[in-house]
């Protein structure tokens, strides 16, 4: 029972500052993705940057559709040589089909941007939360600032009011 306790955990690695306040978001998937061993132990060592990060679904056919995690940052390990992996390049991300294509029809019909919100390790292996999402305008941002700072004085005046 130990053993399956030991390696269960999630650690987190790194998350996405700008995905909630910039996105509506809809629903979220977990995906693995495809890394080189350079890049697995750069993110044991330092964090990525997932703050600019979007995915993109391609496909002609059912059968060809596959999803890329763009604009991501790992930055290269320090100890790596001539075979160290490129900081910025396009990483596949590993989905079910089902979940693809759903992804995939979202993306074209709804209009919806797919975008990570955090990267951690689950049981040794890295993962990628991504969040199905629509943009939010100028007004919708604000809207949710005062929401945050009305429920923020809420909070201080029943502190105030207990603490008496």
Same mark, same amino acid.
């Given at each position: 029972?130990?053993?399956?306790?030991?390696? =269960?955990?999630?650690?987190?690695?790194?998350? %996405?500052?700008?995905?909630?306040?910039?996105?509506?978001?809809?629903?979220?998937?977990?995906?693995?993705?495809? *890394?080189?061993?350079?890049?697995?132990?750069?993110?044991?060592? &330092?964090? @990525?940057?997932?703050?600019?990060?979007?995915?993109?679904?391609? =496909? $002609? =056919?059912?059968? /060809?559709?596959?999803?890329?995690?763009? %604009?991501?940052?790992?930055?290269?390990?320090?100890? =790596? %040589?001539?075979? %160290?992996?490129?900081? /910025?390049?396009?990483?596949?991300?590993? *989905?079910?089909?089902? &979940?693809?294509?759903?992804?995939?029809?979202?993306?074209? $019909?709804?209009?919806?941007?797919?975008? @990570?919100?955090?990267?951690?390790?689950?049981?040794?292996?890295?993962?990628?939360? *991504?969040?199905?999402? $629509?943009? $939010?305008?100028?007004?919708?941002?604000?809207?949710?600032?005062?929401?945050? /700072?009305? &429920?923020?004085?809420?909070?201080?005046?029943?502190?105030?009011?207990?603490?008496?």
């Amino acid at each position: 029972m130990a053993e399956e306790k030991k390696g =269960g955990g999630e650690k987190l690695i790194a998350s %996405n500052p700008t995905a909630r306040s910039n996105y509506v978001i809809e629903e979220v998937v977990e995906a693995g993705i495809v *890394l080189t061993g350079t890049e697995v132990k750069s993110l044991r060592s &330092q964090t @990525p940057a997932l703050k600019d990060s979007y995915v993109e679904v391609t =496909g $002609k =056919g059912s059968n /060809s559709v596959e999803a890329w995690l763009l %604009n991501t940052h790992i930055g290269p390990y320090t100890h =790596g %040589n001539i075979w %160290n992996h490129e900081p /910025s390049r396009r990483r596949k991300l590993l *989905l079910h089909r089902h &979940q693809l294509e759903k992804l995939h029809g979202a993306t074209i $019909k709804k209009g919806i941007t797919i975008v @990570p919100t955090k990267m951690y390790f689950k049981k040794g292996m890295v993962k990628v939360e *991504l969040a199905l999402g $629509k943009g $939010k305008k100028k007004g919708d941002k604000r809207e949710d600032v005062k929401k945050k /700072s009305a &429920q923020r004085e809420m909070d201080r005046a029943m502190k105030s009011k207990n603490s008496r």
